[in-house]
């Protein structure tokens, strides 16, 4: 970056009252409901981390619903498998992504099927076949509607015993196929060309497209970006992100930031967002966050806006734990004040709070009453939510 561009100065609070605007935790229902609306609120954040874990209600819906309240799992699946707005592909994990947005992911697709997949390479030839043959002629299918295999041993602790099942993964991610629809975990895998309706396969993105729209997503969902937060687990892809940003601040599209605490880690922003930081006033809601939430997931860049060191301790033996086995940030107004341990007794219909750990302003004593009767209030809609057919 050139010394003569002059970087704009930013507090931490501001900084994380645009990175909430962004995230559009500020304000309540700003997506509407309905299907439309989760279509709506996957396209501004780019996308959705689907995981499995689910001692509360997996993260997918949880983070839907934080931002779409009369939110139901029901429009999940009207957008992905009726609308087809939405489609599921890896970003930095499996995740739900916008249609409108495939074509960023097709030179990705074809990368596997030049050089396979270095999680998948005991996948045999005749074993892809198989699987592509059988929804050629049945239709669409799940693992469990093949029978057939000869079992094999496990590769590692999650992975089947069905050869077809990692078949189906590595045709998910040649993009032969795609998930069509979900109940639970349990996968429908189609024909890519025949779930989409094409005669003929979108044109990937080129190189330079790619990047303007890794930009472009970061800049929606963040507000303020760094190299680390645009590519988050995608190393290469900053150089060219770098040259991007520089020719950007080039023509005063975006300017450097110099954000409070933030030392030598440049930060960019639109002039616009910048030109309103100070003038944005604190949100009043409370909001249980998932730890794959986009707010949380990047840990450091979370520690630096908000000054809360998240712990993800469900892999972490028991007498290690400081939060608890799946812990949930929980955000008041602009800050992260506490962090439950949550459990959904399914059977007894209720949810549980295994821990309560106060954080950042919650461990002001003097603040918590008034902070945990506004939290009080967020768990009974966050157990109407996990207890919802």
Not at 33 to 45: K, N, V, W, Y
Not at 82 to 94: D, M, P, Q, R
Not at 228 to 240: F, N, Q, Y
């Amino acid at each position: 970056m050139s010394p003569a561009t002059t970087s704009f100065s930013l507090s931490r609070a501001a900084a994380r009252r645009i990175w909430l605007g962004a995230q559009r935790l500020d304000r309540p229902a700003p997506f509407g409901e309905g299907s439309q609306a989760t279509t709506a609120a996957i396209e501004h954040l780019g996308y959705v981390q689907i995981d499995t874990i689910n001692v509360i209600e997996r993260c997918h819906h949880h983070i839907l619903w934080n931002r779409i309240p009369a939110y139901r799992r029901a429009d999940l699946r009207q957008a992905q498998s009726v609308e087809k707005s939405i489609f599921e592909y890896w970003t930095h994990a499996l995740s739900y992504v916008p249609v409108k947005d495939i074509r960023f992911f097709i030179p990705v697709m074809k990368r596997h099927r030049r050089e396979g997949h270095r999680w998948l390479a005991s996948v045999t030839p005749a074993d892809l076949r198989k699987v592509l043959r059988l929804i050629r002629r049945d239709g669409a299918l799940t693992i469990r509607d093949i029978d057939d295999d000869v079992l094999v041993d496990k590769e590692h602790l999650w992975a089947s015993r069905k050869p077809s099942k990692r078949a189906l993964q590595l045709a998910f991610y040649q993009g032969w196929l795609t998930i069509s629809g979900r109940n639970g975990m349990l996968k429908t895998y189609e024909l890519m060309a025949r779930h989409f309706g094409w005669v003929r396969p979108p044109k990937g993105a080129s190189v330079s497209e790619t990047s303007a729209y890794l930009l472009e997503r970061a800049l929606r969902a963040q507000g303020i970006v760094s190299l680390d937060s645009i590519c988050h687990l995608d190393a290469p892809s900053k150089a060219a992100i770098r040259r991007l940003i520089e020719a950007r601040v080039r023509r005063h599209e975006l300017l450097p930031v110099a954000l409070e605490g933030a030392g030598k880690l440049e930060h960019w922003a639109r002039p616009a967002v910048l030109e309103n930081a100070s003038e944005a006033a604190a949100s009043e809601l409370v909001h249980i966050l998932s730890p794959f939430d986009p707010l949380i997931i990047q840990r450091k860049r979370t520690h630096l806006f908000f000054g809360y060191e998240h712990r993800f301790e469900a892999y972490v033996p028991r007498e290690k734990r400081k939060f608890g086995y799946f812990a949930l940030p929980v955000l008041a107004g602009d800050e992260i004040v506490a962090a439950l341990d949550l459990k959904t007794d399914r059977q007894a219909r209720k949810l549980l709070v295994q821990k309560w750990s106060w954080v950042g302003e919650g461990a002001n004593r003097g603040a918590r009453k008034e902070l945990k009767q506004r939290i009080e209030e967020e768990l009974h809609r966050f157990e109407r939510f996990q207890l919802a057919e």
